[in-house]
């Protein structure tokens, strides 16, 4: 068998397979985007997270070496920590006030914090000339919604699921 017959070798239903284009994160990935040091205040980074609707924001040092990744997830579960019920029952609502009046008191003590108490250290991180696809797999195994785009520690972008869904969608609605 030469070569040319090696390549369309049939797939298990008789037709020919066609393999994806490999498709390198640098392609699709957010070259502009957010980053913050470890001082910065919480209260500004939540800021930022409305103002430009972010998933994630990595943390850099003075050499803008990447040293962690703040998530959304972060945020929302430092913003509620607690358990508190939708609905405070009447016989304990005494009880669940203070609670949620303690509760606030440490919120706005948070704001005050630098973003290296929240700060994910262990980050999952991607090269530009990684496959996209080994990208999605990497997002699916780990329950990520962003990676960052890393080059000699510098964070060079960012890629999220989005970027990962626009990317596959050209690829299998061709």
């Known amino acids: 068998m030469d070569e040319a017959e090696l390549k369309k070798q049939p797939g298990t239903d008789g037709t020919e397979k066609k393999q994806a284009p490999v498709v390198p994160v640098r ?9 913050v040091t470890p001082d910065t205040p919480v209260r500004k980074l939540f800021r930022l997270f409305v103002k430009h609707r972010l998933l994630a924001v990595p943390v850099v040092d003075d050499e803008e070496h990447l040293i962690g ?25 005494k009880i669940m006030t203070s ?11 948070l704001m005050d914090e630098p973003c290296e108490k929240l700060m994910t250290r262990d980050v999952v991180i991607t ?4 496959d996209v696809e080994q990208v999605a797999a990497a997002m699916v195994i780990e329950h990520l919604k962003v990676i960052p785009v890393v080059v000699n520690k510098r964070v060079v972008g960012m890629i999220t699921r989005s970027n990962v869904l626009k990317q596959l969608y050209k690829e299998y609605n061709e």
């Open 27 to 35: 392609d699709v990935m957010y070259k502009m985007f957010v980053s």
């Open 69 to 93: 990744i703040i998530t959304s997830a972060d945020l929302m579960y430092r913003s509620s920590r607690p358990h508190i019920p939708r609905a405070l029952p009447i016989i304990g609502s």
């Open 99 to 109: 609670r949620i009046n303690k509760y606030a008191k440490e919120f706005r003590t």
């Open 127 to 130: 090269t530009p000339d990684t």
